[in-house]
T-cell receptor, first 114, second 115 residues
């Protein structure tokens, strides 16, 4: 069964350092989402791609976060510099092109900033 | 404004008891509705979805949900809960208008199951 792949699963980094997360969506899925989920809360959309184009990054803290999906396939989310408040689960999801489709999630990357 | 409300932050039920998790939404267009489940430290797994048609939808793991347009609700139910159902449950609403495929999420309901 096709899955959304994310790496790493866990990351510990010191504040002020740079950190990057990678996501490989299900093959053929044009829509890709990056979410941040703080413990005990729901997912918060950071950025949404349609193919290689950003559709919505209104909640992305652009002074320190960046995201790219250069070839419209896999994607990278970067934080530089990391802050203590960035500690969270970062989830990637993808969604097929059809009208009646749902989002499929990866296992997530648990980030701890120390 | 588009929003999803899950009124119950935390619910505890006994194993074998019935379960209903509430979800209310506000959405300007025809809503596509979803329930996802998340086990600790894991990603989200789709339980069921509603796009159109029969308002009672069946999902995986014995869950079902009923769409009530007049009440703007999409409540999740299970007739007999198992200990393995303990998890976080999220309701979401979205659309498919052009590039507007953003999902609006509730804050989740944490389910605990007593043996």
């Amino acid at each position: 069964e096709a899955e959304v792949a994310q790496s790493p699963r866990y990351k510990i980094t010191e504040k002020s350092q740079a950190v990057a997360f990678w996501c490989d969506p299900i093959s053929g899925h044009a829509t890709l989402y990056w979410y941040r989920q703080i413990l005990g809360q729901g997912p918060e959309l950071l950025v949404q791609f349609q193919d290689e184009s950003v559709v919505d990054d209104s909640q992305l803290p652009k002074d320190r976060f960046s995201a790219e999906r250069l070839k419209g396939v896999d994607s990278t989310l970067k934080i530089q510099p990391a802050e203590l408040g960035d500690s969270a689960m970062y989830l990637c999801a993808s969604r097929g092109q059809g009208a009646l489709t749902e989002a499929f999630f990866g296992q997530g990357t648990r980030l701890t900033v120390v | 404004a588009q929003s999803v409300t899950q009124p119950d932050i935390h619910i505890t039920v006994s194993e074998g008891a019935s379960l209903e998790l509430r979800c209310n939404y506000s959405y300007g267009a025809t809503p596509y509705l979803f329930w996802y489940v998340q086990s600790p430290g894991q990603g989200l797994q789709l339980l069921l979805k509603y796009f159109s048609g029969d308002t009672l939808v069946q999902g995986i793991k014995g869950f079902e949900a009923e769409f009530k347009r007049s009440q703007s609700s999409f409540n999740l139910r299970k007739p007999s809960v198992h200990w393995s159902d303990a998890a976080e449950y999220f309701c979401a609403v979205g659309g498919n208008a052009g590039n507007n495929r953003k999902l609006i999420w509730g804050l989740g309901t944490s389910l605990a199951v007593n043996p």
